[in-house]
């Protein structure tokens, strides 16, 4: 059974760094075809994707956010580390972890999900 | 970046109805579409991958079609526990877009 959790700070003060960890089991993040992709979600509204980290440590970035974000992973310890700089209230929302699964003619989704942590930025 | 517009955005059914929501990417995808279903104040789940392949352990009653520039995400009887939010999402290329959501409520 593959679950995902995330965890870090709930609160943040604008122009800091949030760090977010996902801690995850029931999969290996050096076989091939596996990632872990952040995605978030302000209150009430959609989701957004932020970036993914993939076994052989192929990484992408949404292009609105990618001066900000850095992803990376530690296999060892089955984490994967979402840094965003530069925090404004408007990034206020929910953020997720997923695992990604690579099926068919490279078709990939997202499944599951963690629970998701709820940050906010605010002074 | 591929757009992803979902209509109707909200849509107000009764248990037993047909509902079909559509999903137009703004340049052709193929079939790399995704469909997800999120519960209020839950993680979204995956319904559907690769434009009509059921997640296992989804009901038979969710089914997918579409390629291109044109998807639907059908539910041919409403039941209770379904009464939720859809996203579709584009995995055809970075960044991998989803949809606004459509909310489905009960009339």
């Known amino acids: 059974q593959i679950t995902l959790k995330e965890s870090g700070p709930t609160l943040v003060r604008p122009t800091q760094t949030l760090t977010l960890t996902c801690t995850f089991s029931?999969?290996?993040?050096?076989?091939?075809?596996?990632?872990v992709a952040w995605i978030r979600q302000p209150p009430g509204k959609a989701l957004e994707w932020l970036a993914l980290?993939?076994?052989?440590?192929?990484?992408r970035y949404s292009p609105s956010l990618k001066r900000r974000l850095t992803i990376t992973k530690d296999t060892s310890k089955n984490q994967v580390v979402l840094t965003m700089t530069n925090m404004d209230p408007v990034d206020t929302g929910t953020y997720y972890c997923?695992?990604?699964?690579?099926?068919?003619?490279?078709?990939?989704?997202?499944?599951?999900w963690g629970q998701g942590t709820l940050v906010t930025v605010s002074s | 970046d591929i757009q992803m517009t979902q209509s109707p955005s909200s849509l107000s059914t009764s248990v037993g109805d047909r509902v079909t929501i559509t999903c137009r990417p703004s340049q052709s995808i193929s079939s790399y579409l995704n469909w997800y279903q999120q519960i209020p104040g839950k993680a979204p789940k995956l319904l559907i991958y690769a434009a009509s392949t059921l997640q296992s352990g989804v009901p038979s009653r969710f089914s997918g079609s579409g390629s291109g520039t044109y998807f639907t995400l059908t539910i041919s009887s409403l039941q209770p526990e379904d009464f939720a939010t859809y996203f579709c999402?584009?995995?055809?290329?970075?960044?991998?877009?989803f949809g606004q959501g459509t909310k489905l409520e009960i009339k």
């Open positions: 980290i993939y076994w052989d440590d192929d990484k």
């Open positions: 997923a695992h990604i699964y690579t099926a068919y003619e490279e078709h990939h989704f997202f499944d599951p």
């Open positions: 999402q584009q995995s055809y290329t970075s960044p991998y877009t």
């Open positions: 029931g999969f290996s993040l050096s076989t091939s075809g596996v990632g």
